[in-house]
């Protein structure tokens, strides 16, 4: 889709290091954790350097009560730990104390267009119809999302599929600034984007994707909802009155089934193709608690931790702490020689 012209082809300068971040910006919900908790959680265990980030400079992109905000983002950092990231194995921290961030984000304000900006479908689905009441923030959320993850020289990001667009804008921001300045400065980063639940879908509409601030509760599944909650909210969910088929391509055309079977392979982690060569032929009022009782088997320790976690915020603050000083450590030599490739005195 860019203006930029490709010339990097390879990133073998660069050493592995996989940066990704969630915003505060409500409870999580299952599709964070299938479509990135879980995998962060993965990248570190194969001992990959790992930056995770709380991103609250990208949260009030929307309006965010300031005391909500600060809870959101105490109970994301207890998510995250919650779901296997050790904060002595991987960097943890919250945007804002890592001052780099928006200021590399600065420069990549001057280096992408607004043209990229405007073609972004997370923009035109978050602004509307009403876009030029939407804050300016919001319109540039793609080049402080590039910042985040250039200030680390991160080589692979692990995302959700809806986060794919701006991985590319990402990369042609890369891409275009080592072209401009005449140098392989920032690495071309990929996207990890692999699994079977990377998109989870709104347990109310197959093709809506579950999210934080759909207006129905019933739609997603809090990690904090208890047993009782996550059973009652499969039992509701769409479907179709068909049995399960027992090959993936007979699932193409039900999104709502499709969805299902897709939040089953990723808890159980197994491929679509073998959960069906299990459950194939079966009635959904059979599948559904099997479902739910996967689902309540897998988070309920999750929302255990995330509250015992939260019995104790001074901690949860100390490691963000503790976390910004090694993510700085990192941040702040890639952004001084940012400025003095791009000509600042210093
Ligand atoms: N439904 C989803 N399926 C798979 N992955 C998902 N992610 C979000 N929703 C799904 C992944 O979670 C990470 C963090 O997302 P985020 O909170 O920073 O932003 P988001 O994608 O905008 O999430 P929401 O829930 O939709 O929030 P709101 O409603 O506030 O916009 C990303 O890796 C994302 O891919």
């Known amino acids: 889709m860019s203006d930029a012209v490709q010339t990097q082809s390879s990133?073998?300068?660069?050493?592995?290091?996989?940066?990704?971040?969630?915003?505060?910006?409500?409870?999580?919900?299952?599709?964070?954790?299938?479509?990135?908790?879980?995998?962060?959680?993965?990248?570190?265990?194969?001992?990959?350097?790992?930056?995770?980030?709380?991103?609250?400079?990208?949260?009030?992109?929307?309006?965010?009560?300031?005391?909500e905000l600060k809870r959101s983002t105490r109970e994301l950092a207890a998510g995250f730990i919650a779901s296997g990231i050790d904060p002595e194995k991987s960097i943890l921290f919250n945007q804002s104390q890592v001052a780099e961030h928006a200021q590399l984000a600065w420069v990549f304000n001057c280096v992408a267009r607004m043209g990229w900006m405007q073609r972004m479908t997370q923009w035109k689905d978050k602004a509307g119809k009403n876009s030029q009441?939407?804050?300016?923030?919001?319109?540039?959320?793609?080049?402080?999302?590039?910042?985040?993850?250039?200030?680390?020289?991160?080589?692979?990001?692990?995302?959700?599929?809806?986060?794919?667009?701006?991985?590319?804008?990402?990369?042609?921001?890369?891409?275009?600034?080592?072209?401009?300045?005449?140098?392989?400065?920032?690495?071309?980063?990929?996207?990890?984007?692999?699994?079977?639940?990377?998109?989870?879908?709104?347990?109310?509409?197959?093709?809506?994707?579950?999210?934080?601030?759909?207006?129905?509760?019933?739609?997603?599944?809090?990690?904090?909802?208890?047993?009782?909650?996550?059973?009652?909210?499969?039992?509701?969910?769409?479907?179709?009155?068909?049995?399960?088929?027992?090959?993936?391509?007979?699932?193409?055309?039900?999104?709502?089934?499709?969805?299902?079977?897709?939040?089953?392979?990723?808890?159980?982690?197994?491929?679509?193709?073998?959960?069906?060569?299990?459950?194939g032929g079966k009635a959904f009022s059979e599948f559904k608690p099997m479902l739910a009782d996967l689902a309540v088997a897998k988070l309920s320790p999750i929302s255990t931790e995330m509250a015992h976690l939260m019995e104790n915020q001074d901690e949860i603050d100390a490691i963000l702490r503790k976390g910004a000083d090694s993510a700085r450590a990192i941040a702040t030599p890639i952004l001084e020689k940012t400025y003095d490739i791009i000509g600042m005195v210093r």
């Open 11 to 67: 990133n073998a300068a660069f050493t592995k290091r996989v940066f990704s971040g969630i915003q505060p910006s409500g409870d999580l919900h299952l599709g964070n954790y299938l479509g990135a908790l879980k995998r962060f959680a993965g990248a570190q265990n194969q001992g990959i350097e790992t930056v995770y980030c709380m991103v609250d400079q990208h949260a009030i992109t929307v309006w965010q009560d300031p005391a």
């Open 133 to 279: 009441n939407a804050s300016l923030g919001l319109f540039a959320y793609p080049s402080l999302m590039a910042a985040d993850i250039l200030v680390y020289h991160a080589t692979h990001v692990p995302v959700g599929e809806d986060q794919k667009q701006h991985l590319e804008l990402t990369r042609d921001i890369a891409i275009k600034f080592n072209n401009d300045y005449g140098v392989e400065f920032f690495p071309v980063t990929e996207p990890v984007i692999e699994g079977a639940a990377t998109r989870v879908m709104s347990l109310r509409d197959g093709t809506k994707k579950m999210s934080k601030s759909d207006p129905s509760d019933a739609s997603r599944i809090n990690m904090t909802d208890d047993a009782d909650t996550i059973a009652k909210k499969i039992r509701k969910a769409k479907t179709d009155p068909e049995a399960l088929p027992s090959e993936a391509k007979g699932l193409e055309e039900r999104p709502d089934a499709r969805n299902l079977v897709n939040i089953y392979a990723g808890l159980a982690d197994m491929s679509v193709d073998e959960v069906l060569r299990d459950v």
